[in-house]
């Protein structure tokens, strides 16, 4: 069953946590307008919507403000109720789904500070990151025992999918940046046929940014950190 | 066959396989620590359920193999056991508690709206309550400062959602309530290392928080402040101990 109403999106292209809800909504098949968002001149809507953290993503439906990227998601799969379903049914693995998105979400911020480092601050932070990433390669494990899915009209991606694409699918792009390889098939296998199938995905091909215009945006934070290394 | 049935369950393990028995009637476990707000926050919510269970208390210095089986990753308690499976992350144990048992009373409210209204709150009280507050009772001068005008400034926030509800859930505690009341062991030890008055700065929150100690579920599932105020003053002493070399 749909929801009749409006639904607005205020995200902005490059954001992990906006792309996720943009992910969803298309995944469902919700009809919605997107506000993109200039960060470093919040649109007065945002503030208003969102005055504790003034942050994207923000979904407003029928003028309620929803915040918080996960938060978001299981408000969208509560609200329409139709499948796809987002989050499994089953209360233990709701659980599992839930505990392995909380365990990706300080890699956000473990990839923007590498953008802030080099030499060998920026050494360790990639080893830190290789680190959590093999621990999701051996977790992934128990979620996908007979390997990932071919994903299709019958089988999309779902919650924990979403999470792990928003912040893993431009993986070549931020590697190529850096001229490191860090999500290598060999040490990660599992991981990289996950991200290779949800690139098969029309939705989420839809959401992902262009290379060059990421590439771009890389640089222009890169040249704001370390002015020096431009 | 007997009334009283035993489900032999093996745990894998890499090394050896240790082999546990668990009765039906004791298939929930807490693995806790006394002083652990998370842990507080599942035992609420294990008590508004009126879910029989078995409690563990852990040494965090020799940690048992059973929650390093249970909880490779992060190795931390709580860890809720059901049916021989783990379930780790405080909020997301209180939410699968909910889910599984749904003929108690409800700990979320039943309109999507409202659900994500309460995820909201209680990840920020996630977010901040904890690593704020922990700063006022742990350090000292400028940044102990710092961290006191902040955590008021939460508590005025949380104040303001509440309103003048009697809980955060309204009649009955909901995911909101049970993630923030932990941390009213720690007003004592809050106010004595930080020097101010809480009840001053925040009335309504206190006047929520006692609301909260005068259900049995919430007093039966808190240690006295008092104690918990010379555990944190142990933590704080060793720590600026430790900073000054």
């Known amino acids: ?230 | 066959m007997t009334n009283d049935h035993q489900h032999f369950i093996p745990f894998p393990s890499k090394t050896e396989t240790e082999l546990r028995v668990i009765k039906m009637g004791e298939e929930v476990i807490l693995l806790d620590f006394w002083s652990s707000p998370f842990g507080m926050r599942v035992r609420i919510a294990l008590a508004e359920k009126g879910i029989d269970y078995e409690e563990r208390e852990e040494n965090l210095n020799n940690k048992s193999s059973l929650l390093l089986k249970m909880n490779p990753i992060h190795k931390q308690i709580p860890v809720l056991i059901h049916k021989g499976r783990p379930i780790c992350e405080s909020m997301i144990i209180v939410q699968y508690i909910d889910e599984v048992w749904q003929n108690k009373v409800s700990l979320m409210p039943s309109d999507p709206y409202d659900k994500a209204i309460a995820r909201f709150w209680a990840d920020y009280i996630d977010k901040k309550i904890y690593s704020i507050g922990k700063l006022v009772w742990v350090s000292e001068g400028e940044v102990q400062e710092a961290a006191k005008k902040e955590l008021v400034e939460c508590f005025k926030l949380l104040e303001k959602e509440l309103g003048d509800k009697h809980f955060f859930g309204g009649q009955n505690l909901n995911i909101v309530d049970v993630a923030l009341i932990p941390f009213y062991t720690w007003f004592y030890a809050l106010e004595t290392c930080g020097n101010f008055s809480i009840v001053e700065e925040c009335p309504h929150l206190v006047g929520w928080a006692k609301r909260c100690m005068d259900k049995q579920t919430v007093s039966n599932s808190l240690p006295d402040q008092y104690k918990i105020y010379t555990h944190l003053l142990e933590l704080r002493n060793q720590h600026l101990a430790h900073l000054k070399g």
């Open chain 1, 1 to 230: 069953m749909g929801e009749e109403g409006s639904v607005k999106l205020h995200g902005m292209w490059a954001s992990p946590f906006a792309r996720r809800v943009n992910l969803a909504l298309k995944l469902k098949g919700i009809d919605y307008d997107y506000i993109e968002e200039d960060l470093a001149n919040k649109s007065e809507e945002l503030l208003q919507y969102n005055p504790i953290s003034k942050k994207v993503p923000v979904l407003v439906h029928n003028g309620l403000p929803i915040v918080e990227s996960l938060v978001i998601l299981e408000y969208i799969d509560e609200t329409w109720t139709d499948s796809p379903y987002l989050l499994p049914k089953d209360p233990y693995q709701r659980a599992k789904h839930r505990f392995w998105a909380a365990f990706f979400e300080p890699i956000f911020d473990m990839m923007k500070k590498t953008l802030m480092l080099q030499g060998e601050a920026l050494e360790t932070a990639v080893k830190e990151l290789s680190e959590k990433l093999d621990v999701a390669e051996h977790g992934m494990k128990e979620i996908y025992p007979n390997g990932v899915p071919s994903f299709s009209q019958e089988v999309k991606p779902g919650y924990l999918d979403i999470v792990f694409c928003s912040l893993f699918g431009t993986q070549d792009v931020i590697e190529e940046f850096f001229g490191i390889k860090v999500m290598t098939p060999e040490r990660y296998p599992l991981l990289v046929s996950w991200i290779d199938a949800l690139k098969q995905v029309p939705q989420v091909q839809e959401v992902t940014p262009p290379k060059e215009k990421l590439l771009g945006f890389l640089q222009f934070l890169r040249q704001k950190y370390l002015p020096q290394n431009a």
